[in-house]
């Protein structure tokens, strides 16, 4: 029995399963897999960026369910566009690029329809109303309570950065790109990536001090 | 160096992007001497590490099967075709209007060799005389009185039975 399980163990090691070879891949095999017609490949994309664009489009927009929205709609772009992607560049930038795109139009178009916005906010007030069922009891109610104040604050901090400084400074502070990424996924020239995350780094400061001191 | 001067550099100290030795030691010795901007530096510290300890926000479960469905029910259709923008239908109306005048600039330039236009022949209007219309001098018409009104037709005569039966 024993050897059997070890013979079963050695084969899997030697030939690892298609899912588990495609995770050791770099991203422009993957793509090139993918186009190459392997639907396994485009499930690993989706893995692989689904929690990041959730969170850079969700700290964009500030809305959860929209920004999860706006993720399957990048990854139906991404399916959709992916044989015009050029493959000498990076393809995390391209998707932030879709992403970013995606984000700023529903920015766009929250500012023109005032009803969208209400709905936006009142969506959170519901979140707020709702009693904190199956929190994690091994945690202190008002560590908590204290943690979650604290998120909010730093979230509504961020939420008052003009929108086009908000998508500079996340995707600077909270997804660690270069300068040069995030020049490409903006659509702006390196001079006015430097010029607004100045701003929006003081800005930023600027509101978060009063609600720290 | 002034507070205004250490913000117009801090992000780019922030990424150790300054080049100048001296600009960078300016800014260090200001943020050490300044309490406002040691202050406004502590914030911003702060509130992005509460902002990474919060950490991330977890997909849904079963959210990579609902992308997966939808990019696969997406597959097939066709992109819709999106209704230009209206700054961009005025701009293509402009450029309509431009070509439009271009092109009718183009067919009335000077060509020597053209035969010339014929004048429009008009005809002039034609004179009618009016019809003949009984007509009363103002005089005529101040001694007008119900009396000199125009006697009464045949027409309107009592029928000849009616009379004989009233001489009866």
Known sequence: MA???????????????PRKALKELSDSVVVASQLAGNELAFAELVERYQKRLLNFIYRIIGDRERAEDLVQEVFIRVHRHLHRFDQSKKFSTWIYTIGSNLAKNE???????????????????????RPLEFEDSRHRPDDLFRKRHLRELVEWSVNQLPHHHRAVFVLRELEGKTYEEIAEITNCNLGT????????????AQVVQPLLD | MRCSQFKKHYSEFRDSLITSP????????????????????????HGLYLIREAGDIEPPSGF???????????????EPVVPAPPAIAAAAMLAAAVAVFV????????????QPIPAAVRTLPQSVPAPQIDMITLTELQTFTPETRIPE????????????????
């Open chain 2, 64 to 78: 990579h099967r609902s992308v997966m469905r939808s990019v696969k029910l997406n597959a097939r259709t066709p």
């Open chain 2, 103 to 114: 092109f009718e600039d183009n067919t009335d330039s000077f060509d020597p060799g053209a």
């Open chain 2, 153 to 168: 037709t045949d027409d309107e005569e009592e029928p000849a039975d009616e009379q004989a039966s009233e001489a009866q």
């Open chain 1, 193 to 204: 990536v430097k010029s607004r995350l100045n701003r929006a780094r003081n800005r930023f």
């Open chain 1, 107 to 129: 920015l766009r178009n929250r500012s023109r329809n005032p009803l969208v916005l209400f709905q936006a906010i009142k969506k959170t007030w519901e979140d707020d109303d």
């Open chain 2, 22 to 45: 001296v600009l960078k030691r300016e800014m260090e010795h200001h943020l050490a001497i300044c309490e406002r901007c040691s202050r406004h530096n502590r914030a911003f510290e």
């Open chain 1, 3 to 17: 050897t059997a399980i070890r013979t079963t163990d050695v084969r899997s090691k030697a030939h690892p399963s």
